[in-house]
């Protein structure tokens, strides 16, 4: 008896240190990430880690808004910035799993007028090249101008020439965030509804997540974090967000710069996201794209696979990187404007997901990434990927 006594007293002690040891290290790493979000300057931010399809970290800091006080929790809602083309790529994917879309078609199908570059009018514009950036458009000064109608800018028959650059489309990457607004027209040409009411009902709603490219669209608008530029000043307060004007109606000719990096969603939603991208396409036993699709967003380009020449780091919205995480490549996106920034990766062999979501900080990059998350990422490898 004594010695199952002892056997058992011996198991809980073990245990208990088992668990004071997890205690102590959760702590440590919650220190560093604080001391991270302080020495950049941070306003408020969100680090979320998750592993093999459950959220295994989260911490947040700082406040939604300097003059509320109000501190950044899990029902805090951050602008995605670019992060917005990758989760309207999920939607995109999704739609073509369902016929609705085909990433090689002629886009003047979906929009029902003839589209393309003036000085190459026989090479189509397609989906597959606006998602990965190999379009040829030109971010110029009527795209930035409020009036400016899409068609316009891209019609055969209209101004398109100023819109294009003289590179075949197909042949030469080059960031666009022109390419990705259309990429919203086409989804309200095809739908026949405004983008984030579709995107709420198509893809949002299913997996219950309250998203929206829109502030007015969210059900907890009290929530929405403000944006700051880099230096700390204020940038957009939620009650300026809120006063912006949104059509819930498809407007394809005027709804061009929705899907470039408006989305507004709570931190465990995205990475909820994320853990569907990492994983074989499911999150919570819902699936949201097929792996063949997860497989697509993954793939490089070449002339024999894509039909893309040129060497773009993107595939459907979706970049690869290499040098975030010792030997392992990581798939996502960043998204910064000013002081904010968002970055949505996931490494599919370890399946782990990262997380990161400010509303102002320092944003000096490393390598073509904030150094913010750099330092986090590094934090997250140190905890889960050590020995791995």
């Not at 399809?53 to 006080?69: A, C, F, L, N, W």
């Not at 309207?88 to 879309?101: A, F, R």
């Not at 800018?153 to 990457?173: C, E, H, Q, S, W």
Request: with cysteine.
């Amino acid at each position: 008896m004594k010695k199952w006594l002892c056997a058992g007293l011996a198991l809980a002690m073990m245990v208990l240190c088992g668990f004071a040891f997890a205690q102590e290290n959760l702590i440590s790493m919650d220190e560093q990430v604080d001391r991270i979000f302080r020495e950049t300057k941070t306003v408020g931010g969100a680090f979320l880690v998750a592993q093999h399809g459950e959220i295994v970290y989260e911490h947040y800091y700082g406040v939604q808004q300097k003059t509320t006080g109000v501190p950044v929790t899990a029902d805090s809602y951050f602008r995605c910035a670019s992060v917005t083309k990758l989760v309207t790529g999920i939607g995109l994917m999704k739609m073509m799993e369902d016929g609705l879309l085909d990433p090689d078609e002629d886009i003047s199908t979906y929009l029902g007028y003839a589209v393309g570059n003036p000085r190459y009018p026989d090479t189509p514009i397609t989906l597959r090249q606006l998602m990965s950036h190999t379009a040829g458009l030109n971010e110029t000064a009527s795209y930035s101008s409020k009036s400016s109608l899409l068609s316009d800018m891209i019609a055969l028959d209209g101004k398109a020439k100023v819109n294009f650059r003289d590179v075949k489309p197909g042949t030469t990457y080059a960031y666009s965030n022109f390419g990705a607004g259309i990429t919203g027209a086409v989804i309200e040409s095809v739908t026949g509804k405004d983008v984030s009411s579709f995107m709420r009902e198509y893809l949002f709603e299913p997996l219950g997540i309250d998203a929206a490219y829109s502030a007015t669209q969210l059900l907890e608008p009290e929530f929405i974090t403000a944006t700051y530029h880099e230096d700390g000043s204020l940038y957009a307060a939620p009650s300026y967000m809120l006063r912006q004007e949104y059509t819930e109606q498809a407007s394809p000719d005027t709804h061009y710069r929705v899907t470039v990096g408006s989305l507004l969603i709570r931190p465990r939603d995205l990475t909820r996201l994320g853990i569907a991208l990492c994983g074989d396409g499911t999150v919570d036993g819902v699936r949201v794209l097929s792996e063949e699709s997860l497989a697509m967003m993954r793939q490089e380009q070449s002339p024999e696979t894509t039909g893309i020449t040129s060497d773009s780091p993107y595939s459907f919205f979706t970049i690869r990187q290499d040098t975030l995480l010792e030997g392992r490549r990581v798939y996502g996106h960043q998204g910064t404007d000013d002081g904010v920034v968002c970055n949505l990766y996931v490494e599919p062999q370890s399946e782990l997901v990262l997380c990161v979501m400010i509303n102002g900080c320092d944003t000096t990059r490393e390598d073509g990434i904030m150094r913010i998350t750099r330092r986090l990422s590094a934090v997250a490898e140190e905890a889960f990927l050590s020995g791995n």
